[in-house]
């Protein structure tokens, strides 16, 4: 199984369309399963890939990426992350295995509490194990990073085993590379 977490400093250069180009390709035309973890509070792949009652129910019955972290890093309880995880999401009919694990608006809210509370190696080994366990289910792990370097996109650039970085031919783009390139520099 590999993992790779789709980010760029800049926003709107398409890692989220991107994302689920590549998991449908994979999942429609090459056999492969795939399981996407939107971890963007825009939540745009989880509004992209989900059907819009799957998931308003998803977040009513808080059953998001959200929720699970907020439960087992904040509140300490147990939790199984394949029960937040959605099935059937994409459209394409071909494309029958590619799961969703949906994202919530109220991810800079958990991000805030973590950071607060001093639990961000929690978050880190909470995102590993998932990363770990989803060998036993998908061939491929897509996360869909926000903008930026916050929390969770550190998070996940550091627990992914690769990274594809979307950049529109632009000045604002092209430098988002350079600061990836000095984050990752930084402190491997």
């Known amino acids: 199984m590999t993992s790779i ?13 991107l994302t689920m180009a590549i998991a449908e390709t994979l999942s ?38 959200v929720n699970y972290f907020a439960r087992t890093i904040l509140e300490d309880k147990d939790a199984l992350w394949p029960e937040y995880v959605m099935t059937d999401v994409s459209d394409l009919e071909e494309a029958g295995s590619i799961f969703l694990l949906p994202g919530e608006m109220d991810l800079p809210l958990l991000e805030r509490e973590v950071s607060a509370r001093g639990r961000i190696a929690e978050l880190r080994v909470a995102a590993r194990a998932i990363l770990s366990e989803a060998k036993q289910y998908v061939d491929l792990v897509l996360v869909d990073c926000a903008p930026g370097i916050s929390v969770m996109t550190e998070t996940w650039l550091r627990e992914c085993e ?23 520099s930084r402190n491997p």
């Open 5 to 17: 977490a789709i980010m760029n400093a800049k926003g709107g250069v398409g890692k989220s369309t």
């Open 28 to 65: 429609a035309f090459h056999d492969k399963s795939v399981l996407l973890i939107d971890a963007d509070g825009q939540m745009s792949l989880s509004l992209m890939m989900a059907p819009g009652n799957k998931l308003a129910e998803a977040r009513a019955k808080e059953l998001t990426l």
């Open 162 to 184: 690769f990274h594809l970085v979307p950049v529109k031919p632009d000045f604002l783009a092209v430098s988002g590379l350079e600061y990836l390139r000095r984050f990752r």
